[in-house]
């Protein structure tokens, strides 16, 4: 299991268990114990750390695509390209990329003045539900947060929609009985994590954009599950393919 795609899988259980780690802990300590205080370091620590990960999750998700697609469209180019090598510097390009463009956000969270109320409409520390309470003009802390995010997750997408398109080009063209669906299994996995994680997202997305039509706890729900059920279901997935 020494080999570059196991390596990315271990990384992207790295990713989920820290997310997790960061995030259900304290929803239980909330519902459990009623434990709801949380210091102002900690709340703005678990606000880099979600809005972090989560972006170095989609990256992680964009650079096995990228795998998936040499592996099946260049196949014989395949152990000179994805080396050991290739995948440390990804890991370290997914890092460094989302840690200088996240790390602003709780930044400017921090530098806000709170002089209101200091209940957080939410259980986990998301950056709309901390800078409400502000006294300040959030407009650029919020416009930052929607830029940076669709950029990097879009971007992502993007490479990852581009990658799927080639691949699919590929097995089309092959004409050996049985190669395409072979082919196509190599990915079915990953595609299936990716789907999932985009359709949460989007829904978890529109749900915000809509807040003023549907309840306020969904979208706080959708939040919980979007940390939650994607670690579970990727060891799943990943485990029985």
């Given at each position: 299991m020494h080999e570059p795609m196991y390596y990315l899988l271990s990384f992207l259980s790295l990713l989920d268990m820290v997310l997790c780690l960061t995030v259900i802990p304290k929803v239980l300590a909330i519902f459990w114990f009623d434990l709801r205080s949380i210091s102002f370091s900690a709340c703005f620590l678990q606000m880099f750390i979600m809005n972090c990960f989560l972006?170095?999750?989609?990256?992680?998700?964009?650079?096995?695509?990228?795998?998936?697609?040499?592996?099946?469209?260049?196949?014989?180019?395949?152990?000179?390209?994805?080396?050991?090598?290739?995948?440390?510097?990804?890991?370290?390009?997914?890092?460094?990329?989302?840690?200088?463009?996240?790390?602003?956000?709780?930044?400017?969270?921090?530098?806000?003045?709170?002089?209101?109320?200091?209940?957080?409409?939410?259980?986990?520390?998301?950056?709309l539900s901390v800078s409400k309470l502000s006294?300040?003009?959030?407009?650029?802390?919020?416009?930052?947060?929607?830029?940076?995010?669709?950029?990097?997750?879009?971007?992502?997408?993007?490479?990852?929609?581009?990658?799927?398109?080639?691949?699919?080009?590929?097995?089309?063209r092959i004409k050996a009985e049985g190669a395409a669906a072979k082919a196509l299994s190599t990915c079915g996995s990953h595609f299936i994590l990716i789907l999932f994680f985009s359709t949460v997202l989007l829904v978890l997305v529109i749900t915000n954009l809509?807040?003023?039509r549907i309840?306020?706890?969904?979208?706080?729900?959708?939040?919980?599950?979007?940390?939650?059920?994607?670690?579970?279901?990727?060891?799943?997935?990943?485990?029985?393919?």
């Open positions: 972006a170095m999750e989609s990256c992680t998700f964009m650079v096995m695509a990228y795998d998936r697609y040499v592996a099946i469209c260049h196949p014989l180019r395949y152990p000179s390209i994805i080396t050991d090598q290739f995948v440390a510097r990804a890991t370290m390009f997914v890092v460094a990329r989302n840690a200088m463009f996240f790390l602003p956000v709780p930044i400017l969270s921090s530098r806000l003045r709170y002089c209101a109320e200091n209940i957080i409409k939410n259980c986990i520390c998301t950056n006294c300040d003009d959030i407009t650029f802390n919020q416009l930052y947060q929607f830029v940076a995010g669709w950029t990097l997750l879009g971007s992502d997408l993007i490479l990852i929609v581009l990658s799927y398109s080639f691949i699919l080009r590929a097995v089309l809509a807040r003023k309840p306020p706890d969904v979208p706080i729900l959708l939040n919980i599950l979007h940390h939650l059920i994607p670690p579970a279901l990727n060891p799943i997935v990943y485990g029985v393919r």
